[in-house]
Structures are given as structure tokens and as C-alpha cells.
């Protein structure tokens, strides 16, 4: 099984990291995106001791809406830096996680947006998919993917807890759907409705560790070993073994997510 989505290099996993690393290689977690926090020099270190301890996990970085505030009005600084740490030779395969948080707005729609922008035109220059974090900004974060990715740009709408319209209009853009612990949770009817119904091959599992564990283990710490969860639901929902569906998400994640040379 592919987790999707984590972040292995939070504070959260200082203490246990191989511990954690141990038990998602014992649940047949084998492979998965860790995405790192754009510019920060203790994530960077911390996913040191990840790589020694999983070589086959991928990784991917960018500025999160919650962080565009640092480059409010500088436009030009993250597309300097964005070129000197994000861009094709640095390791990553693929730009991530940004978008447009209107939930928790802990940047300026505005600045937000902006951020969002510059990013999905480096991405396009760039060739390089990426995995999108968006909340209550469907109209604003659909009309950036068509302006500024024309239809060249690949990626993810991660941590999927939209709606319908939302994930149909993803789905014509080309995107992938990546289902969260959410989709466990016994009031999302609607979204376990969503990834019953979007093409088998269109979609991801992941966990968004240390967040949203999934049932049996909400509440927890999250951790990659329990994508197997989620995936367990997701599968189910699609009428398949959760070894099958594991196999076609791998298909997936290595034709979305092609690893660095
Ligand atoms: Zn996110
Ligand atoms: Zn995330």
C-alpha cells in the first residue's frame, strides 16, 4: 500500500521515528509522498533520518496557504526561491502541498491566491504535478488550475473532503482524488459517496499524518501504517479485495509521482 500524503518530518514523529517507519513496513505500507513545510530547516533535517530509514519514500515541497503570508507582496522572492529549492533536481516529485484555506484563512485571500498562482505556472514551466490543499476556495482554486495550469498540469486534490461539483470538476481537470482518515468517519456518507463514484484509477489513499487517523484509531497520532485503514474503506466501497486496490493505486502513485533519477 502508497500513503499518499504525510508528514513524516513534523515534530510530532521526532521522538519515534523508526519506530513509526517499522510498524508502516510491517502493515505493507511500502511507499508514500512526504511532504515537507517550504523552507524549513528542521523539516529538512528531520527528513534526513526519514530517508536512512525509508529509501523508497518520496517527497515533495511548497508553500501551504497557511505559510503564503511570509511572501505577501513578493511575488518575485518565491519564484527565486521556489527555482532554487523546489525545482526539478532537488529530489522532489512534485509541488506540494499549496493551495487556497478559506476555512482557517491564516493568510490573506488575496496573498493567498497569489502564492497559489506563482506556483501553479512554476509547476507548468516546470513540468512537475502537484498536490493541492484547498478549503471552502472551490470557485477561486478550480480558476486558478484553468488559468495558470491550462490543462498541462497533473496532480492531486489531497485530503478530498469536498463536494460533488468540486470532485467532478477535478476529475475533467485531470486531477486525482486522495481520500483521507475522513472517509472512515461515520458522518461522511457524502464523501464515502464521492469515492465510490469517481474512477478507480483516479484515486489515492493517504493518511495526512500525524492528522485525521482513521477509525478504529481516531483521536490517535496518525501514522503511514494506517493508510492500510482507509484504504481498507475505499477499496470496499469499489467492490475490491484490498490487496487488488492496493495494485491499482500503486499504478497510480508511480505514473502520477515518477521518482527522481
Ligand atoms: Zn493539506
Ligand atoms: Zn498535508
Redo the contacts with the bound molecule.
Sequence with gaps: MIDS?C?LADPAFAEDLEAVVSRAHEAGVEGGLC?LAFGSAAEMAQADGVRALWPSLRYATGVHPHEAHHYAGRAADLERDLDRAAGPGFGYVALG?IGLDYHYDLSARDVQREVFRTQVRFAREAGTPIVI?TREADEDTVAILEEEGRGEVAGVF??FSGTAPLARRALDLGFMLSFSGIVTFPRAESIRQIAASAPLERLLVET?CP?LAPVPMRGKRNEPAWVIHTAKVVAALHNLAPADFDRVVTVTFDRLFKPTA
Design positions: 500524503h508528514h511532504v502541498e490543499h489531497h485530503c495526512d492528522y
